[in-house]
């Protein structure tokens, strides 16, 4: 792997659960299955996978099981389905499970209200038992798979806008908010916590000098490593330094800073003892567990300038994708470059669509070609409260789209595109309706004007991008969570003809705007708009 984090002594034999009565059951046959292993084939003391994803069958589906001679134990790391913002930190918007697909034959199973129109800037995390983490901006909650909260947890100061993470048994939380020792302006700081998945309590917690940004990033937790991102100097908002501290106690490791803005900071791995990750101008970065720059490649750097609101996913066959505007301009880009060595393998552009979200790459369906689904299209913006200047207007506003046409309302638009991955060729692409209303949906209303009025630590608007990474899902469905009307569309190319029809969409309306994809895992699909209830479909 590459790294100095990694134990030694590690055995590839593949998943194996132990829970309670079952643990005799399961070291023999971890037994029986290293027994027959050394008699097929000759292996050294230690035999490594390339990672600890299972997502991509035949290249990236390994387990590490630790095997100690000093004990008859064994550890093992569980496979938890949804992880971080993405799904893993090995692939972003893939999982080879399924779920429910026909909305209309499948309704939610159960739903979380939300009473207090919190707010929900991730996807749920889901371990391996199914159950669910959903942090909104002051609460953790833990709900069982049948929708029981199991306990809430908060942090003592600050508020979290980042994606937390799970490993090994906690989940890694980042909340960031201002001293008030009198100090003007008040010192900024980050906090790193951990929380124990079964008991919901704090294990330790670690204070980051610095700010974060207002945006929607991600920990990641990988190695025994916890990244969080940080901004620092003159940077507006983003991402532009990175501080990494241990994920057994929280002590410091290293930072490395980087001369431009990364958006909704998400990093990934090959599992290779490298990290990856994307500016929001369209550099692509490779850095050790260590640190220490890689490679970089992509446009020229513009410091401290955001140009869009994309980033970068990697693949299985050692390709990073990315999703990015440049010079503020209203034109996708989409680029590959090779993991080993940065070169540009090829780049497609999409005038007069904004590059805004992170790509989504994996396998479309079992049998399927590898591809790369991205997000294009136009970010929803601000709310016009002159609407409000009258209820008559506010009611045409609503209600009437030759007013809202009248009153200057921008026509946005919102595209999935799927991309053969080796060559960037389009296989086919998905329009959403336009979207016809100043703000994302659940951004205004009566709601938003409670939020501004009571000052509400919540924010009174969500601002979410043009819609959550794309999910693909092991049957060749993509999902897509729209931030412009709280669509969530099921999206499968049954006749392979190229061309979306009316058959092959499923649409659930919850009428309030996305910030992140839904969760999956084996038979579950778990969807949180922003300011929505949460809602869970089951098979």
């Known amino acids: ?50 990672s600890d994803s299972d997502d991509f069958e035949g290249s990236c589906s390994t387990a590490l099981l630790q095997l100690s001679a000093e004990s008859s134990q064994v ?17 972003f918007g893939y999982t080879k499970y399924t779920a429910p697909s026909n909305f209309s034959k499948k309704p939610p199973a159960w739903t979380w209200q939300n009473e207090d129109d919190e707010q929900v800037r991730h996807s749920p995390l889901i371990d391996d038992e199914m159950n669910l983490y959903v942090m909104t901006t002051l609460k953790l909650r833990k709900f069982s798979p049948d929708g029981k909260i ?19 048994g906690g989940v890694y939380l980042l909340s960031a908010g201002a001293s008030e020792s009198g100090t003007s302006p008040p010192a900024e700081f980050a906090t790193v916590h951990l929380v124990d998945m079964e008991t919901g309590q704090l294990r330790w917690k670690k204070v980051i000098p610095g700010s974060c940004g207002p945006d929607s990033q991600s920990v990641f937790v990988y190695n025994d490593t916890c990244i969080v991102p940080m901004m620092t100097g003159p940077a507006a908002a983003g991402t532009n330094k990175l501080a990494a501290v241990s994920a057994l106690d929280g002590s410091s490791l290293w930072e490395y800073s980087m001369d431009e803005v990364v958006w909704n900071a998400a990093i990934t791995t090959p599992g290779d003892g490298t ?23 992509g446009p020229k750097p513009e410091p401290n300038n955001m140009c869009s609101t994309g980033g970068g996913s990697l693949g299985p066959n050692g390709v990073y994708y990315t999703e990015y505007n440049r010079d503020n301009t209203k034109t996708a880009h989409i680029s590959a470059y090779r993991v080993s060595d940065g070169m540009l393998l090829w780049e497609k552009t999409f ?17 399927g070609p590898l591809v790369v689904a991205v997000a294009i299209g136009d970010n929803p913006g601000f709310l016009n409260l002159s609407i409000y200047e009258s209820r008559e207007t506010a009611e045409s506003y609503f209600n009437d789209p030759e007013a809202r046409k009248e009153m200057g309302v921008p026509n946005y638009v919102n595209t999935v595109v799927v991309m053969d991955a080796s060559t960037g060729n389009e296989i086919w692409r998905w329009n959403a309706p336009v979207w016809d209303h100043f703000a994302a949906a659940g951004d205004e209303g009566p709601n938003m004007l409670h939020r501004v009025k009571t000052n509400s630590p919540e924010h009174p608007m969500c601002l979410p991008d043009l819609q959550g990474i794309p999910l693909i899902s ?7 969570s729209s931030s412009h009307s709280g669509d969530l569309t099921a999206i499968r190319d049954d006749n392979s003809n190229g061309i979306i029809e009316p058959t092959e969409v499923s649409v659930f309306s919850p009428h309030k705007c996305f910030l992140n994809s839904p969760s999956l895992a084996p038979g579950m699909l778990v969807a949180a708009p922003c300011w929505g209830p949460m809602y869970v479909f089951k098979e």
Request: aromatic share 14%; glycine share 16%.
């Open 150 to 168: 199991l306990w809430i947890w908060h942090p003592e100061e600050g508020v979290m806008t980042a994606s937390p993470a799970l490993y090994q």
């Open 1 to 50: 792997f590459g790294s100095s984090h990694f134990r030694p002594s590690y055995l590839l034999l593949g998943n194996l659960t132990k829970q309670g009565g079952r643990e005799t059951m399961a070291i023999l046959h971890v037994l029986f299955l290293a027994a027959t292993i050394f008699q097929v084939i000759s292996v050294p003391t230690t035999i490594v996978g390339q």
């Open 351 to 367: 005038p007069n669509f904004g590059g805004g979200q992170y790509p989504a790459v994996g396998p479309l369906g079992k049998n």
């Open 75 to 91: 550890s093992h790391t569980p496979e938890y389905y949804w992880i971080q913002r993405g799904g893993k930190p090995t692939n």
């Open 474 to 480: 092991g049957d060749g469905t993509i999902y897509s």
């Open 275 to 297: 990290l990856l990750f994307a500016g929001s101008c369209g550099g692509a970065f490779r850095i050790s567990f260590g640190g220490e720059l890689i490679w970089r490649s």
